[in-house]
């Protein structure tokens, strides 16, 4: 009888060792997940803090960017201002220039292209080539430039090269343009690139339709 009560004892006594063991354990685990919980609500805030001035960085740079873009807008606009009363010629031998004049050119020009507009009183403010600096590797002419004396004239210009559409100087074809600042060449040569394709879309729309009904 003895024996088997401290065999029973025993027994209890590994029970509640064991227990106890799993009690400071799980106390242990439990200590360990709020530490866990705890750095993780640190490193939360962390990143919550980083995204914020990643934020705060992104908006600084976005604001940079839109001056910036402001900036470039502004000088554009003042180039173009500038520029608004001059004339492009673009095509003219340089050879002639040495010998008349880029003013007389500018009349033979007039007279051959527009006879209409030749009593007119027309007057020059200044002419230059562009660029100033004459490349001798440079495949073609430089371009004339034209600042007439108002504004209005260079308008008249523009319009009668337009209706004429094919302007010569001397049987050699030239062009006649206003002189833009080189970004909104840029532009309009993109605004030109989108206008072609949506007229091929246009094009290619009314053709499909018209065989659609042609087909019926």
Known sequence: ?????????????????????????????????????SRMNNAEERISDVEDKIMEITQSGQQTENQMKKHESNIRDLWDNIKQANLHIIGTPEEEEKEKGIENIFEEIMAENF??????????????????????????????????AIIQDKV?????????????????????????????????REWQDIFKVLKGKICNLEYSIQSEYHLK
Do not use: C, V, W
Request: no cysteine; hydrophobic share 30%; charged share 30%.
């Open 1 to 37: 009888m003895n024996s088997n009560a401290d065999s029973f004892r025993k027994g209890l006594e590994n029970i509640r060792r064991s227990q106890e063991k799993l009690e400071n354990s799980f106390a242990e685990t439990q200590t360990e997940l709020k530490a866990l919980k």
């Open 115 to 148: 006879p209409n507009l030749k009593d007119t009183d027309i007057k020059i403010q200044e002419t230059q080539r562009a660029p100033n600096k004459l490349n001798p590797n440079r495949p073609t002419p430089r371009h004339i430039i034209i600042k007439m």
């Open 156 to 188: 008249r210009i523009l319009k009668a090269a337009r209706e004429k559409q094919s302007i010569n100087y001397k049987g050699i074809p030239i062009r006649l343009s206003a002189d833009f600042s080189t970004e909104t060449l840029q532009a309009r």
